[in-house]
């Protein structure tokens, strides 16, 4: 299969912040490479062998800080991690599949 790239994936969307996201990137699979200085116990092998950012049991990164959505690890993240552009194609394509997986609760069921 051969990835087609196009002027837009590399472009950044400045409506896109992290500030209005559920930490989408933070649910996906994060490769560990040698060179990364992630904490030891926030890598784990998975089936096929590589290692990987452990995730949390709802899912999300286990150094995503829940309470402030953001990555406790920002400065020693994995180069994955210093890969992902905010706005870029590949961050704005992963948020629109999450949305459709997860659409919104609408705001007549959420009791305060």
């Known amino acids: 299969m051969t990835i087609e790239w196009t002027d837009a ?8 912040q992290c500030s209005n996201c559920d930490a989408v990137c933070c649910r996906l ?7 990364d200085r992630v904490p030891r116990w926030m890598v784990v092998v998975d089936d096929h062998g590589i290692e990987v950012m452990a995730r949390g049991e ?9 309470q402030r959505m953001c990555c406790s690890i ?4 994995p ?3 210093r890969r992902f552009v905010m706005g870029a194609g590949y961050c704005r ?11 919104p609760i609408p ?3 959420v009791t305060p």
């Open 9 to 16: 994936d590399e472009e950044t969307d400045p409506s896109v």
């Open 29 to 35: 699979t994060v490769v560990v490479f040698p060179d």
């Open 58 to 66: 709802e899912g999300w990164c286990v150094a995503l800080d829940h």
């Open 74 to 77: 920002y400065e020693s993240r």
């Open 79 to 81: 180069e994955a991690c």
């Open 93 to 103: 394509d992963e948020r629109e599949d999450y949305r459709r997986r997860f659409p």
């Open 107 to 109: 705001s007549i069921l």
